[in-house]
């Protein structure tokens, strides 16, 4: 299994993004599929998850209301629309995907892995 992201790039404070994510490789289906980010010097840290059963939600807190996860299980791909975006936002995003739950926001429960999209917000 391969997951693509691409979307990242440099945006002013109060700008916007759209991260996208395409899994591709051997057929299955998962639990979930989400978003982290390590910011330089931290932590990798959950940003938003979307679990496939019942269309849930997660969001970190400093992100709710400006950021939105959306997908679509059956193309295996996933998007994370950011807006409002903040200098603090400033990371490499990762989108993982999650087979068996499950608590999607753990790092620890995903199997597969992209390979980081920068996303830089200036002041």
């Known amino acids: 299994v391969q997951l693509q992201a691409s979307g990242g790039g440099l945006v002013q404070a109060g700008g916007s993004l759209r991260l996208s994510c395409a899994a591709s490789?051997?057929?299955?289906?998962?639990?979930?599929m989400g978003w982290f980010r390590q910011a330089p010097g931290k932590e990798r840290e959950f940003v938003a998850a979307i679990t496939w059963s019942d269309v849930n939600t997660y969001y970190l807190g400093s992100v709710k209301g400006r950021f939105t996860i959306s997908g679509d299980n059956a193309r295996k791909m996933v998007y994370l629309q950011m807006n409002s975006l903040k200098p603090e936002d400033t990371a490499v995003y990762y989108c993982a995907l999650d087979l068996n739950g499950p608590a999607p926001i753990k790092p620890d429960e995903y199997d597969y892995w992209g390979q980081g999209t920068l996303v830089t917000v200036s002041s």
């Open positions: 490789g051997r057929t299955f289906s998962s639990y979930a």
